[in-house]
């Protein structure tokens, strides 16, 4: 025979709970003339099989019905689904510590967290020890903090030697600059990469410029551009990044984005930039859209991964009237637009194959390439010329 502390000690259990155990009927102890209760060897086989019985996931109700009957399948049954759906979310929580620990990819993780807190993302990014440009790449590239480093690097060198990072031409940013209502005496450009546009803005208006993008060395490569050009005087450089911006507000005519707003997301850059805007400024972008409600399944799956915010020109032409712009002019780039980028892009991964046979970045761009090919028009850059309004 056993005292309440004897039991406890017996099955490793502590007073407390035995009493509490006492109380609601699991366990029945025989009171002695001196007020103590006692409790026999069966009363140690009870604790034994509750213990046994909570190891598969019961609760002590469910115990305890177990014990005082015969057991109810469907309660097993439930018991069950929930222990795998548990064993499932321990799994995604293991799998996603190790890839955070370098032993697997985070790309989905990153995907999923990048389409519902984007700002917040970045700034966990930059945290981790990615300055603000790595940091902007990882959330469009490679998603994958493990890799990010070498994925990076390959990826710069197929594009140190293009100028043009982006679909475009000098014809269609002379025609967008021709919508401007306008003069514009100060212009903003906002990833501007090597200053092909910047050049042509620049020779074709009287407007001072200032050039934003986070890699200095294409900001030195605009400024060689430029002084070729003859217009370095009229150009300002200032590497930073287009989320966080060191401009007051109302301070620019213009703001000129080329290929470069789904970065940051194109709906939370026509809000972040029309505070930029004078009374009347107007904002010229160019960004990716469907050409097609129907778009073939490998188009669409690849868009997805790859740009999930992709629209229709009239969707993104609903948010931009959202955002407090009023549209002046919208049209599709051509395909001469898109040959100029992607021609050299093919011709230098070309170069490339033998020397970088291994790598994921070089892969990537060779499957955009193949998709480029194949379905070019079910999807094309749009040019968007919106004028700041007061109306929201």
């Not at 177990?66 to 548990?86: P, T, Y």
């Not at 991964?349 to 790598?359: G, T």
């Amino acid at each position: 025979m056993y005292r309440i502390s004897e039991l406890a000690e017996q099955v490793g259990l502590s007073r407390a709970t035995l009493i509490y155990y006492e109380k609601i009927g699991l366990i029945k102890g025989r009171r002695q003339a001196n007020g103590y209760r006692i409790y026999s060897d069966r009363d140690v086989q009870r604790l034994h099989l509750i213990q046994q019985l909570q190891a598969g996931g019961l609760t002590l109700k469910e115990c305890q019905a177990c014990l005082d009957a015969k057991v109810e399948r469907q309660i097993l049954l439930n018991r069950l689904h929930q222990l795998d759906e548990e064993i499932a979310q321990k799994q995604q929580s293991r799998q996603l510590l190790a890839a955070l620990l370098g032993e697997g990819e985070l790309t989905s993780w990153h995907e999923q967290v990048d389409k519902i807190a984007p700002d917040a993302h970045l700034d966990w990014l930059i945290k981790q020890g990615f300055d603000e440009k790595n940091a902007l790449r990882l959330k469009w590239l490679s998603k994958d903090m493990n890799s990010h480093q070498a994925y990076m690097a390959d990826f710069m060198h197929v594009f140190d030697t293009l100028d043009r990072w982006g679909p475009g031409s000098e014809a269609e940013t002379l025609k967008a600059l021709a919508q401007v209502p306008a003069s514009p005496q100060t212009i903003l450009e906002l990833g501007c990469g090597k200053g092909i546009a910047t050049t042509v803005l620049a020779q074709n208006s009287g407007a001072q410029i200032t050039a934003v993008d986070n890699d200095e060395p294409a900001l030195t490569r605009l400024m060689e551009r430029a002084n070729d050009a003859g217009v370095a005087e009229r150009i300002a450089t200032c590497c930073a990044s287009m989320t966080d911006l060191p401009f007051e507000p109302e301070s620019f005519d213009l703001i000129w984005a080329e290929s470069c707003a789904y970065v940051m997301g194109t709906t939370n850059a026509l809000k972040q930039w029309r505070n930029l805007l004078k009374q009347d400024g107007v904002l010229v972008i160019s960004d990716l859209v469907w050409q097609t409600q129907t778009p073939d399944k490998e188009a669409r799956a690849f868009w997805e991964k790859e740009y999930p915010d992709l629209v229709t020109a009239e969707e993104r032409i609903q948010q931009a009237t959202a955002a407090g712009y009023r549209v002046i002019d919208s049209f599709a780039l051509s395909n001469q637009a898109w040959h100029a980028y992607y021609e050299p892009l093919e011709m230098r991964v070309n170069d490339l194959k033998a020397e970088m046979a291994d790598s994921a970045a070089l892969r990537d761009i060779q499957t955009e390439l193949n998709i480029y090919h194949n379905y070019l028009g079910q999807y094309g850059y749009q040019m968007f010329v919106l004028q700041r309004s007061e109306k929201m």
